[in-house]
């Protein structure tokens, strides 16, 4: 066997498959240079991109990019028990219709379990006009101070959104998970000229973690954004109005399911929740 | 000793260049290696955004475009001998019939109120009619058909009329109804040859309008023949399937629903695999909430569906278009089936529903098991329209809606399938129940 022409084979196959490698390397550092242009770049390119869509940024964008795992949950189970004692006074009194009721009525209002982990309560008018009525220009802090005093779990729960059509007013809190917003377990507050109506609570047990990973930037997350937009042809105005990071998932079972991080993003046509590890794009519950 | 310097030279100048080929060959070598590991791990995250195809497995479907899958369920013919004929959409003649109007343009619409002046509906004497799946469609998803045409979302259709010109029958116009309005379009470019489609061929089976309470029934004239069809069964991995819907395998959970069904889940997107009779079944689903002030036309969201499908196993077996509906909540579904010689296919097997909001897919149901090969066929003579009213008997007949004649599937092992005929009967309570074509007697799906 002639070594030397094996070898002079060896250095030709091995000189082509490092050229070859080279160009790839060369191709994937255009590819990604997006990400080591300094953060403003990042942005500036990015909002660009989101103006071909006809979207407009208007909200601060967070600079975080925690390891979070994915979270294996399921509805956290509620009892008219411990529903009456948390959000009325222990003095009042009760009307039991029996013990496989989902009902319960109290001069205070009504409790409804709509599902396991579910809840809703319709206060009584006379007594939201005494207790539960707040100025409008403090809404807000007055709802919080309330749901402090007759709020069910209210300290796991995080301010999301406020929604004002007309007189009507909508504030969403959501539960947290070590700091981060549980987009899809919430308590809603319906008002009417500052008087609260009901509240409509969904309370999740955290059962375990799983896969925990670097979560993606918001800037690769508005990119994923508008790569969807462009694959699904959407270029109607749109404002982004909020970018958070927190889970979600709209897949549910009675057998547990998982949430995954995501960056939530309140837009004027609807919400966007962009997977944080894979970069996929659905649109969601407000 | 000149010469053995000379040779000393050489011989260390040749041992120089072998030592320095080695060491250039190493290095190579070690170079490749750190060029592999550099584009291994430089892939960053950040640049995964969707994965745009399936490659796990494409070969288990075909890929289809709009209009292989919209395509019409069956033509009628109305001669003007008034005789009524029925053309199975899968055959030749509907083939060539949708190939030549691709190459015609559809005017715009004119809208008559209903009324002593408006065209009537069916129209009077000669014409062809399509009528595509089970129900009503969109009127945009009509455009496919034809070439550069350009209509509003007016609503749902249940069949297009084509009519012929009675000075001149060269010229077409086509025809429908949406609620109380007739919409009418000249028909240009349309090939010459358009009109042999207005006459029966040997393809065509008779059919009679039988009256029946305040409606028609549309059923087969004489005792056609059809054939009784035993077909060997294929599956689909379901692994293959739920690889190609999540963009990162390596984050996907799983969950026990029941003995037979398991959810996968990424948190983003969940696929659950049901094990049935009939081999295994997925449904997909992910975030399906439609976006406010966002409208997109039935034609754009069945574009999104096929190529969805497409990229996600392909169209099994020879489904196409069967149903499309507006749901409440914004989101369009469509649903596609079988057809066999022309004829629909009743039963769960190639059964196939994919959901859109805003634009892209967000939901699919889908059965993995599909007609594979056909072993064995014999002709069976079905009874005419009026012979199956007269078997069925006043009581049955009473709550009928409408009569389908199709082929329904009989399992006879895991993977054997029975194809055979039967007529498909619409009751009044939107239930549906279904007669062996041969002889009357009830026929159920599920078989064994």
Do not use: C
């Not at chain 1, 490092?18 to 080591?36: E, H, I, P």
């Not at chain 1, 500036?44 to 407009?56: C, M, R, W």
């Not at chain 1, 009902?103 to 008018?125: A, D, H, K, W, Y």
């Not at chain 2, 293959?240 to 963009?247: N, P, T, V």
């Amino acid at each position: 066997m002639d070594f030397g022409k094996v070898k002079a084979l060896l250095i030709a196959v091995f000189l082509g498959l490092n050229l070859f490698l080279g160009y790839q390397w060369w191709l994937l550092q255009k590819a990604v240079a997006v990400y080591s242009q300094p953060l403003s770049d990042q942005l500036a390119n990015v909002q660009s991109e989101l103006a071909t869509h006809g979207v407009t940024l208007k909200a601060p964008v967070p600079e975080n990019q925690p390891v979070m795992p994915q979270l294996h949950v399921n509805y956290s189970p509620v009892s008219l028990r411990g529903l009456s004692s948390a959000l009325w006074p222990r003095s009042v009194r009760v009307q039991w219709p029996g013990l496989s009721a989902h009902v319960i009525n109290s001069p205070f209002g009504s409790i409804r379990i709509t599902s396991p982990g579910q809840f809703m309560e319709n206060l009584n008018p006379h007594f939201a006009a005494r207790q539960a009525k707040f100025p409008m220009k403090k809404l807000s802090q007055g709802l919080q101070k309330y749901l402090i005093k007759h709020g069910y779990n209210f300290a796991s729960y995080q301010q999301l959104a406020t929604y004002q059509k007309g007189s009507q007013t909508t504030v969403i809190y959501v539960q947290q998970y070590n700091g981060y917003p549980i987009f899809s377990a919430r308590l809603t507050a319906y008002l009417s000229h500052g008087q609260l109506q009901s509240i409509r609570q969904t309370s999740f047990n955290v059962l375990g973690a799983a896969n925990p990973r670097q979560v993606s930037s918001p800037i690769s997350a508005l990119l994923s954004l508008s790569q969807y937009m462009d694959k699904a042809d959407l270029n109607a105005d749109n404002t982004i109005q909020d970018i958070r990071l927190g889970y979600y998932s709209s897949v549910i079972s009675d057998h547990g399911w998982y949430l995954a991080p995501v960056w939530r993003i309140d837009t004027t046509l609807g919400v966007f929740y962009v997977n944080a590890v894979t970069g996929e794009v659905g649109v969601g519950v407000a | 000793m000149r010469r053995r310097w000379r040779t000393h030279d050489g011989t260390l100048l040749r041992r120089l260049i072998a030592v320095g080929g080695t060491i250039f060959l190493i290095l190579l070598v070690m170079m490749s290696l750190v060029w592999s590991a550099l584009i291994w791990s430089g892939t960053p995250s950040e640049v995964s955004v969707d994965r745009p195809s399936f490659y796990s497995s494409a070969s288990n479907g075909r890929l289809r475009s709009i209009v292989d899958v919209f395509k019409p369920h069956s033509l009628w013919v109305w001669t003007s001998g008034n005789e009524l004929f029925r053309i199975g959409g899968g055959s030749k003649t509907a083939t060539k019939l949708m190939s030549q109007l691709q190459a015609a343009t559809a005017l715009s619409l004119t809208g008559y109120p209903l009324g002593r002046n408006a065209p009537t509906m069916p129209p009077s004497g000669q014409y062809l009619a399509l009528r595509f799946g089970d129900g009503r469609v969109p009127v945009t998803l009509l455009m496919s058909l034809f070439k550069e045409t350009n209509w509003h979302d007016l609503g749902d259709v249940s069949s297009l009329f084509f009519l012929t010109s009675t000075s001149d029958p060269s010229r077409y116009t086509i025809t429908f109804q949406i609620g109380k309005t007739v919409f009418r379009a000249a028909l240009i470019h349309a090939p010459r040859t358009l009109q042999y489609f207005f006459s029966p061929n040997d393809q065509a089976t008779p059919y009679a309008q039988i009256p029946f309470g305040k409606q028609q029934l549309f059923l087969p004239y004489s005792s056609a023949v059809m054939r009784v069809e035993e077909w060997t069964l294929s599956q689909v991995e379901p692994s293959h399937m739920i690889d190609s819907i999540f963009a990162d395998p390596t984050m996907l959970q799983t969950v026990r629903l029941s003995k037979r069904q398991m959810l996968y889940t990424d948190g983003s997107r969940g696929v659950s695999v049901t094990r049935t009779a009939y081999g295994n079944e997925i449904d997909y689903v992910t975030n399906s909430t439609p976006l406010n002030h966002v409208h997109f036309t039935a034609r754009a969201a069945l574009g999104a569906a096929v190529s969805y499908v497409n990229n996600h196993g392909g169209f099994l077996g020879a489904q196409v278009f069967s149903h499309a509906s507006a749901l409440s909540s914004g989101r369009m579904e469509f649903s596609f089936s079988d057809m066999i010689d022309g004829w629909s296919l009743f039963g769960p097997l190639d059964h196939l529903t994919v959901g859109v909001a805003s634009g892209s897919v967000v939901s699919m149901s889908r059965s993995l098991t599909y007609l594979g090969k056909e072993i064995e066929q014999r002709k069976q003579k079905i009874l005419s329209g009026t012979q199956l009213i007269e078997r069925l008997g006043e009581n049955q007949t009473r709550s009928i809606t409408s009569i389908s004649l199709g082929y329904g599937e009989r399992l006879l092992s895991d993977n054997h399938v029975q194809l055979v005929p039967v007529y498909q009967l619409q009751l009044h309570n939107h239930t549906v129940k279904y007669v062996y074509a041969a002889t009357g007697a009830p026929f159920s799906l599920s078989g064994v």
